[in-house]
Every structure is written in C-alpha cells, then in structure tokens.
C-alpha cells in the first residue's frame, strides 16, 4: 500500500523558473493538503481540496496553484520561483466525505525545493 | 483563531526515563487531535488520533491524553530508547461545520533527543 507519494524529492530552480510537484495517493481519499515547512515556522497550509475539481487557498497560496482533476491527484504548480518558496512541501490526504471520517492524516515523504 | 503550542521546543533525556510532551491550543471546539513523529528530512507519521469525546488514546509505549476543556493534550513515552529521537508534533481539527473544519493546525513540534 503506497499511501501518499510525492515527486520529485528533491528539487534545485532558478529564479523565475516554473515546476510542478506531485502528489497522488491510493487511498481514495477525499481531501487532500499541500503544507509547507519552514525552519522554526511549522507547517503552513498552502492549498487544499475536498474532492475532484474542488480546491481552495489555505494561509499561504501566493506564488501556487493548484488543480485537482482525479481523487487520487493533487499537483502544486509553482509559477515564477522565488527564493522564498526554497521550503519542503508536504502534501497530505485524509478520507473525508458525506459520512464523518476519523480524521487522521497520512503525509507524503516531502519535496525538498531549493530557489537560487 | 486557533493556536497550538508546544512546549519544551527541544528535550533530551537519557535512555529509559519516562516523559511527557505537552500540546496546548486555544480553541476548546474541536472535533479531533492527532500527534504525529517526523524523523529528519522524512514525512510526518500519525502516532495516536484522540477524538474530542475521547480522554486517551494508547499504542504500545506511547498514550496520548486530551483534557479538550483546559486545551491541553499531553503525550507519554514509557521506557524511552534512542529510536524515539524525533520531532513530535500535535494538530488540532476544529468542530464539523464551517470551512475551516478541513484546516489543521499544527504546533511546531518538540525534538525529542534520547541518549544512550
């Protein structure tokens, strides 16, 4: 059972450079989470959806897009790199629904993005 | 708003103590509280998940206590070994109903150091 995936692992842009980190789980997981991770910050919500073709901004959803066109895939599109998006992303899912889930949350491994 | 802090930041005890974490919030109107571990430059792991009418939650060496009325849930490690080096992390879920009930919030976790 793979769970959460995320591709690539680690990633290196230039400025100004566009790139999509992906993330698809095998669960049939309703809801699905991009967060953040900054040094001393913890983990900040970027975007979210609670089904396909549902998504909305989380705390931080300048700079990213996001689509969800499948239950199982949830990409982030950063548009025009900055070094402020040098973070490790995380994207996260959770069963959600019409019926109360318990609502744990199963993570991917990260995305280490690196903006010079 | 919800805010979740932990406190200590850092602990390091020696192989074998007994410890406690602790996670407080704000908001006593939640649904849920899940603690999770992160080893470094690795994803988060769920560790418990303690629903709002629940008071403990137990997985082997580690129980997780909620007091949703004081906001405040702690997190008991029995006979500590240096495989328990970690960060651990506590989030909240806020009540069903309302938009933010999707959102998380995340404490920025304790590193934890257990020596030999």
């Known amino acids: 059972n793979a769970g959460v995936t995320q591709t690539p692992k680690f990633r290196i842009l230039k400025i100004g450079q566009s790139m999509t980190l992906q993330c698809t789980q095998d669960m049939n997981h309703n809801y699905m989470y991009w967060y953040r991770q900054d040094p001393g910050m913890g983990l900040k919500l970027i975007y979210y959806?609670?089904?396909?073709?549902?998504?909305d901004k989380g705390e931080v959803p300048n700079g990213y897009n996001v689509s969800r066109s499948t239950t199982e895939d949830f990409p982030l599109r950063l548009e025009l790199a900055a070094p402020s998006q040098t973070s490790v992303y995380f994207c996260a899912s959770r069963k959600g629904g019409i019926v109360r889930d318990t609502g744990e949350l199963f993570f991917g491994e990260g995305s280490r993005l690196t903006v010079l | 708003k919800q805010e979740v802090t932990q406190i200590p930041a850092a602990l390091s005890v020696p192989e074998g103590e007994n410890l406690v974490l602790n996670c407080s919030f704000t908001?006593?109107?939640?649904?849920?509280l899940q603690w999770f571990r992160q080893d470094p430059g690795k994803g988060l792991t769920s560790l418990l998940l303690i629903q709002s009418s629940q008071r403990e939650q137990t997985s082997g060496r580690l129980n997780a206590s909620l007091d949703k009325s004081s906001g405040r849930s702690t997190l008991y490690i029995a006979a500590s070994q240096p495989g328990d080096s970690a960060t651990y992390l506590c989030a909240v879920r806020p009540n069903w109903g309302g938009g933010s009930n999707y959102k998380l919030t995340f404490g920025k976790g304790t590193l934890l150091t257990v020596n030999p």
């Open positions: 908001d006593s109107a939640i649904y849920n």
């Open positions: 959806s609670v089904g396909a073709g549902i998504t």
